[in-house]
T-cell receptor, first 111, second 114 residues
Framework: GQQVMQIPQYQHVQEGEDFTTYCNSS?????IQWYKQRPGGHPVFLIQ?????EVKKQKRLTFQFGEAKKNSSLHITATQTTDVGTYFC???????????FGKGTHLIIQP | EAQVTQNPRYLITVTGKKLTVTCSQN?????MSWYRQDPGLGLRQIYY???????DKGDVPEGYKVSRKEKRNFPLILESPSPNQTSLYFC?????????????FGPGTRLTVL
């Protein structure tokens, strides 16, 4: 299936600092989705990006899709304790019509 | 309330004892799938179904079976569980094809095979 590399695997930040996770593919992507999983919870859909160079914002979260549609990023400004969790990107390619998830970035926030 | 439910939430069993994890959604979604989540490996798709009586293998289907006799239900069957199937399992559903539609995940089933 489709391969997608997500980095970093872990990120420790002080509360109030910014955080960024990246998702990279060797092939052009049709679209990319981002999910958040709180500790002990299940993945929850955040957003989908489709267009080359697309930028979307949700409050303190900024999502970008690269011009070549081979990479994407999620940036959180001024992290809060509620941002703790694992952030996953997901791309088409798990089976013929499924999703392949990145391995996720665990965000740990120190108060 | 729109939701995906899974049962049981926790299960400890022994090698070789057949088990079924149920999944049900009340959103009239066409697409349903099963994932397993393991530390360092993220979420990996086991099987998916695009409609009733239509199922396909995902990336890690070995040792699992599924069925889709009704639109709302998509049970995951382990005929002869082994310890390497100890994992956290998630069922998910979406209105249409997974690559274009939001996936809604169930709460998860933590399975331990001794």
């Amino acid at each position: 299936g489709q391969q997608v590399m997500q980095i970093p695997q872990y990120q420790h930040v002080q509360e109030g600092e910014d955080f960024t996770t990246y998702c990279n593919s060797s092939t052009t992507l049709s679209n990319i989705q981002w999910y958040k999983q709180r500790p002990g919870g299940h993945p929850v859909f955040l957003i989908q990006l489709v267009k080359s160079g697309e930028v979307k914002k949700q409050k303190r979260l900024t999502f970008q899709f690269g011009e070549a549609k081979k990479n994407s990023s999620l940036h959180i400004t001024a992290t809060q304790t509620t941002d703790v969790g694992t952030y996953f990107c997901a791309v088409a390619g798990g089976g013929a019509d499924g999703l392949t998830f990145g391995k996720g970035t665990h965000l740990i926030i120190q108060p | 309330e729109a939701q995906v439910t899974q049962n049981p939430r926790y299960l400890i069993t022994v090698t070789g004892k057949k088990l079924t994890v149920t999944c049900s959604q009340n959103m009239n979604h066409e697409y349903m799938s099963w994932y397993r989540q393991d530390p360092g490996l993220g979420l990996r798709q086991i099987y998916y179904s695009m409609n009733v009586e239509v199922t396909d293998k995902g990336d890690v289907p070995e040792g699992y079976k599924v069925s889709r006799k009704e639109k709302r239900n998509f049970p995951l069957i382990l005929e002869s569980p082994s310890p390497n199937q100890t994992s956290l399992y998630f069922c998910a559903s979406s209105l249409g094809l997974a690559l274009t539609d939001t996936q809604y995940f169930g709460p998860g089933t933590r399975l331990t095979v001794l």
